[in-house]
């Protein structure tokens, strides 16, 4: 048997930020489908997807409390029965026993100012991410911190995750 393997590979931001969206796949939410990895040398450490504990129901079977409720985007993250990909990456690393000191974040959407807190003390260096999102505080605090948010794809980041 012959491969058709492509001319050209994938970088390793494209492959993780791939691996991300298809991971955003699994969400339980009905406004948003949000994905996370976190990686270091080149090796997944964990992942999240945004939505409902394990142990609840999901937002399909109860409905979206934030539409009931009209919370506009980005305000008011405690009226939400899920929880953030970037929030669910870290807790499964934890859960695990993953230390993510120093490793790169790769999301589908900005974090929000309460992911970016946990983000920072979790120790990860570096942020991609494909869509923005209205939280100018998070942008704050991740320069402050000095961690570095690229915007995907950035073609002049080649280090690698």
């Not at 929030?87 to 120093?102: D, E, P, R, T, Y």
């Not at 979790?122 to 505080?137: F, H, L, N």
């Amino acid at each position: 048997m012959v491969l058709n393997i492509p001319d050209k590979r994938p970088s390793w931001p494209d492959y993780f930020m791939d691996i991300t969206n298809l991971v955003a796949r699994r969400t339980t939410c009905s406004r948003r489908m949000v994905g996370a990895v976190i990686v270091k040398e080149k090796r997944i450490l964990a992942t999240g997807y945004n939505g409902a504990p394990g142990s609840i129901r999901h937002c399909s079977a109860t409905g979206c409390l934030r539409e009931q409720l009209k919370v506009p985007s980005g305000e008011r993250h405690e009226l939400c029965r899920g929880i953030h990909a970037e929030q669910n990456a870290i807790i499964q690393a934890a859960l695990h026993g993953v230390s993510i000191k120093g490793a790169f974040l790769f999301c589908t959407t900005q974090p929000c100012s309460i992911c970016c807190k946990m983000i920072i003390n979790a120790g990860i260096r570096k942020v991609y991410y494909q869509d923005g999102y209205a939280d100018p505080m998070a942008v704050e605090m991740f320069a402050e911190a000095g961690i570095k948010v690229i915007h995907y794809p950035s073609p002049s980041d080649d280090e690698t995750p």
